[in-house]
């Protein structure tokens, strides 16, 4: 099976713009969850979504937004991007089968640079 | 607040020799704990997991220890090799979060032939 992909891998955005990040989790997951990786605050949940509704919700402002799309195919938006949003931004999936807890598979992430 | 915690920011190990990373939790709700390893630039890759109703699983060279009354798991990897030198994340999850990952901030691990 193919691993969760994710697009772009490398973005550049200036202050103030927004950004739309991608991702395909694995054939058959039907759960996909974002995450950002900073150097200062490490791995920290973002949000979650199955069957196209958001489950659970990270500590993010509401500038951090995403969505699912009937496919499992999930996106995550952030607006008026801010110094502090440069991050490597992870999409994980899981497939959901046997309850809410099951191991989770990462994509490569995206790489965000904000100037 | 830091609710999962990896103490060691390295550890260098001989190749050959076993490797043990530790990881402690707060959170007496987490009931489900797994181990990543992470290369630069790339994503977490999942290695192995435990849950809170056993004390020990195991898989290849990886095994971890989990001990539920010192809210303390561990990874034992062995023998340890030059491609396992990466970061090792430690995550915690809770039936009542859902599917929601909490991590520690990572060991760097480094395996010298």
């Known amino acids: 099976k193919a691993g969760v992909t994710q697009t772009p891998r490398y973005l550049i955005k200036t202050r103030g713009q927004q950004v739309t990040l991608s991702c395909s989790p694995i054939?058959?997951?039907?759960?996909v969850s974002w995450y950002q990786q900073t150097p200062g605050q490490g791995l920290q949940f973002l949000f979650e979504?199955?069957?196209?509704?958001?489950?659970n919700k990270g500590n993010f402002p509401g500038r951090f937004s995403g969505r699912q799309f009937s496919n499992s195919r999930s996106e995550m938006n952030v607006s008026t991007l801010e110094l502090g949003d440069s991050a490597l931004y992870l999409c994980?999936?899981?497939?959901?089968?046997?309850?809410?807890?099951?191991?989770?598979?990462f994509g490569p992430g995206t790489r965000l640079l904000v100037l | 607040d830091q609710q999962v915690k990896q103490n060691s920011p390295s550890l260098s190990v001989q190749e050959g020799r076993i490797s043990i990373l530790n990881c402690d939790y707060t959170?007496?709700?987490?009931?489900?704990f797994l181990w990543y390893k992470k290369y630069p630039a790339e994503g977490p890759t999942f290695l192995i997991s435990?849950?809170?109703?056993?004390d020990k699983n195991e898989d290849g060279r990886f095994t971890v220890f989990l001990n539920k009354s010192a809210k303390h798991l561990s990874l034992h990897i062995v023998p340890s090799q030059p491609g396992d030198s990466a970061v090792y994340f430690c995550?915690?999850?809770?039936?009542?979060?859902?599917?929601?990952?909490?991590f520690g901030a990572g060991t760097i691990l480094r395996v010298k032939s």
């Open positions: 959170n007496s709700m987490f009931d489900y």
């Open positions: 979504y199955f069957s196209e509704t958001q489950r």
């Open positions: 054939s058959g997951h039907r759960s």
């Open positions: 435990i849950s809170s109703i056993k």
């Open positions: 995550a915690a999850s809770a039936k009542v979060y859902g599917n929601k990952l909490v």
């Open positions: 994980a999936s899981s497939p959901l089968e046997a309850g809410f807890q099951e191991t989770q598979y």
